[in-house]
Protein backbone atom coordinates (compact mmCIF):
# COMPACT_ATOMS: atom_id res chain seq x y z
CA UNK A 1 0.00 0.00 0.00
CA UNK A 2 1.18 3.31 -1.12
CA UNK A 3 -0.18 6.56 0.10
CA UNK A 4 -1.31 8.82 -3.10
CA UNK A 5 -0.60 12.49 -0.72
CA UNK A 6 2.74 12.77 0.38
CA UNK A 7 3.33 15.33 3.58
CA UNK A 8 4.56 18.65 2.51
CA UNK A 9 7.98 18.85 3.41
CA UNK A 10 10.56 16.01 4.64
CA UNK A 11 10.73 14.92 8.05
CA UNK A 12 12.60 13.28 10.82
CA UNK A 13 11.15 10.24 12.92
CA UNK A 14 13.24 9.33 16.26
CA UNK A 15 12.07 6.20 17.75
CA UNK A 16 12.65 6.05 21.89
CA UNK A 17 15.43 4.72 23.53
CA UNK A 18 15.46 1.23 24.39
CA UNK A 19 12.48 0.19 27.12
CA UNK A 20 12.57 -2.36 29.21
CA UNK A 21 10.33 -4.66 26.66
CA UNK A 22 12.43 -4.17 24.12
CA UNK A 23 15.32 -5.52 26.75
CA UNK A 24 13.22 -8.40 27.14
CA UNK A 25 11.96 -8.80 23.43
CA UNK A 26 7.97 -8.04 24.99
CA UNK A 27 5.56 -6.83 22.95
CA UNK A 28 4.62 -3.69 24.84
CA UNK A 29 2.84 -1.59 22.09
CA UNK A 30 0.00 0.94 24.19
CA UNK A 31 1.17 -0.56 27.27
CA UNK A 32 3.64 2.12 28.97
CA UNK A 33 6.87 0.85 29.70
CA UNK A 34 10.24 2.84 31.10
CA UNK A 35 13.57 3.33 29.22
CA UNK A 36 16.34 1.41 30.31
CA UNK A 37 19.31 2.74 31.55
CA UNK A 38 21.06 2.11 28.14
CA UNK A 39 17.49 3.92 26.40
CA UNK A 40 18.15 6.86 28.80
CA UNK A 41 21.80 7.35 27.21
CA UNK A 42 20.52 6.79 24.21
CA UNK A 43 18.30 9.46 24.11
CA UNK A 44 20.47 12.41 26.03
CA UNK A 45 22.99 11.59 23.43
CA UNK A 46 21.06 12.79 20.78
CA UNK A 47 21.15 16.17 22.83
CA UNK A 48 24.70 16.71 21.60
CA UNK A 49 23.34 16.50 17.65
CA UNK A 50 23.53 19.73 15.78
CA UNK A 51 20.98 20.31 13.21
CA UNK A 52 20.88 21.87 9.79
CA UNK A 53 18.11 23.85 10.14
CA UNK A 54 15.88 24.79 12.39
CA UNK A 55 13.44 21.87 14.41
CA UNK A 56 10.54 21.42 16.03
CA UNK A 57 9.61 18.84 18.22
CA UNK A 58 6.74 16.40 18.15
CA UNK A 59 6.37 13.28 20.56
CA UNK A 60 4.37 10.19 21.01
CA UNK A 61 1.95 10.58 24.30
CA UNK A 62 4.03 7.24 25.83
CA UNK A 63 6.03 8.26 28.47
CA UNK A 64 9.02 6.46 26.53
CA UNK A 65 9.14 8.73 23.44
CA UNK A 66 8.29 11.84 25.77
CA UNK A 67 11.50 10.99 28.21
CA UNK A 68 13.17 10.68 25.15
CA UNK A 69 12.03 13.59 23.99
CA UNK A 70 13.09 15.63 27.31
CA UNK A 71 16.33 13.95 27.44
CA UNK A 72 16.93 14.23 23.62
CA UNK A 73 16.05 18.12 23.45
CA UNK A 74 16.62 19.45 26.72
CA UNK A 75 14.79 22.91 27.93
CA UNK A 76 12.93 22.70 24.46
CA UNK A 77 9.27 22.85 23.72
CA UNK A 78 7.81 19.06 22.71
CA UNK A 79 4.68 18.99 21.50
CA UNK A 80 2.29 15.74 21.99
CA UNK A 81 0.50 14.11 19.61
CA UNK A 82 -1.92 11.07 20.48
CA UNK A 83 -1.62 9.74 16.88
CA UNK A 84 2.14 9.15 17.07
CA UNK A 85 1.39 6.28 19.96
CA UNK A 86 2.49 3.12 19.23
CA UNK A 87 -0.26 0.24 17.52
CA UNK A 88 -2.17 -1.32 19.93
CA UNK A 89 -1.48 -5.07 19.87
CA UNK A 90 -4.70 -5.78 21.78
CA UNK A 91 -4.49 -9.42 23.87
CA UNK A 92 -0.59 -9.80 23.01
CA UNK A 93 0.62 -6.71 24.92
CA UNK A 94 3.11 -8.19 27.32
CA UNK A 95 3.80 -11.49 25.36
CA UNK A 96 6.91 -12.53 23.80
CA UNK A 97 7.83 -10.48 20.66
CA UNK A 98 7.74 -14.90 18.94
CA UNK A 99 4.40 -14.71 19.78
CA UNK A 100 3.03 -11.35 17.66
CA UNK A 101 0.84 -11.51 15.02
CA UNK A 102 1.17 -11.56 11.38
CA UNK A 103 1.05 -7.61 11.06
CA UNK A 104 -1.85 -7.42 8.28
CA UNK A 105 -3.58 -9.53 10.60
CA UNK A 106 -5.68 -7.49 13.67
CA UNK A 107 -5.43 -8.63 17.15
CA UNK A 108 -8.71 -9.21 19.28
CA UNK A 109 -8.96 -6.02 21.05
CA UNK A 110 -6.68 -4.44 18.97
CA UNK A 111 -5.75 -2.10 16.11
CA UNK A 112 -6.29 -2.84 12.39
CA UNK A 113 -2.88 -2.06 10.23
CA UNK A 114 -5.27 -0.79 7.56
CA UNK A 115 -6.19 1.77 10.64
CA UNK A 116 -2.79 2.27 12.25
CA UNK A 117 -1.74 3.46 8.49
CA UNK A 118 -4.68 6.01 8.06
CA UNK A 119 -4.04 7.04 12.04
CA UNK A 120 -0.20 7.45 10.49
CA UNK A 121 -0.81 9.50 7.21
CA UNK A 122 -3.23 12.05 8.86
CA UNK A 123 -1.08 12.66 11.75
CA UNK A 124 2.45 13.23 9.55
CA UNK A 125 0.10 15.17 6.87
CA UNK A 126 -0.78 17.67 9.44
CA UNK A 127 1.90 17.85 11.38
CA UNK A 128 4.08 18.38 8.31
CA UNK A 129 1.35 20.94 6.91
CA UNK A 130 1.62 23.20 10.31
CA UNK A 131 5.63 23.22 10.35
CA UNK A 132 6.54 24.81 7.43
CA UNK A 133 9.62 26.99 8.67
CA UNK A 134 11.18 23.99 10.73
CA UNK A 135 12.03 20.53 10.38
CA UNK A 136 9.37 17.92 12.21
CA UNK A 137 11.42 15.96 14.36
CA UNK A 138 8.78 13.09 15.85
CA UNK A 139 10.06 11.21 18.50
CA UNK A 140 7.83 7.97 18.41
CA UNK A 141 7.91 4.05 17.74
CA UNK A 142 9.06 1.17 15.68
CA UNK A 143 5.26 1.14 14.45
CA UNK A 144 4.84 4.64 13.24
CA UNK A 145 8.19 4.53 11.22
CA UNK A 146 7.48 0.94 9.60
CA UNK A 147 3.94 2.66 8.65
CA UNK A 148 6.08 5.87 7.10
CA UNK A 149 7.90 3.22 5.25
CA UNK A 150 4.81 1.44 3.94
CA UNK A 151 2.98 4.74 2.70
CA UNK A 152 5.37 6.98 1.79
CA UNK A 153 9.00 4.52 0.91
CA UNK A 154 9.53 1.30 -0.19
CA UNK A 155 6.17 0.03 0.65
CA UNK A 156 7.19 -2.30 2.94
CA UNK A 157 7.86 -2.60 7.20
CA UNK A 158 11.74 -3.21 6.58
CA UNK A 159 14.01 -4.05 9.30
CA UNK A 160 12.94 -2.83 12.65
CA UNK A 161 14.21 0.89 13.12
CA UNK A 162 16.94 1.35 15.60
CA UNK A 163 16.33 3.44 19.34
CA UNK A 164 17.08 6.79 19.41
CA UNK A 165 18.57 7.29 15.89
CA UNK A 166 17.59 10.00 13.94
CA UNK A 167 15.80 9.06 10.36
CA UNK A 168 15.30 11.51 7.60
CA UNK A 169 12.36 11.36 5.18
CA UNK A 170 13.47 13.65 2.61
CA UNK A 171 10.77 14.52 0.14
CA UNK A 172 12.44 15.38 -3.03
CA UNK A 173 9.93 16.10 -5.69
CA UNK A 174 7.13 13.23 -5.96
CA UNK A 175 9.28 10.85 -3.48
CA UNK A 176 10.20 10.26 -0.26
CA UNK A 177 13.71 8.87 0.66
CA UNK A 178 14.49 7.23 4.14
CA UNK A 179 18.27 7.99 5.62
CA UNK A 180 19.68 7.76 8.77
CA UNK A 181 21.55 11.26 9.78
Known sequence: MTATTLPSRSFC???HGETTANADEIIAGVTDVPLTQL?????????????SEPIAIF???MSRAQHSAELAFPGRA???????RERDWGVFEGQSLSEQPVREDTPDQGESWPDMLMRVHTTILEI?????AALPVLVCHSGIIRAARVLWTTGDVGQRPPNAIPLLFEKTGEQMMEKTL
Open 13 to 15: LIR
Open 39 to 51: GRDQAHALSHRTW
Open 59 to 61: ASP
Open 78 to 84: VELNDGL
Open 128 to 132: CAASP
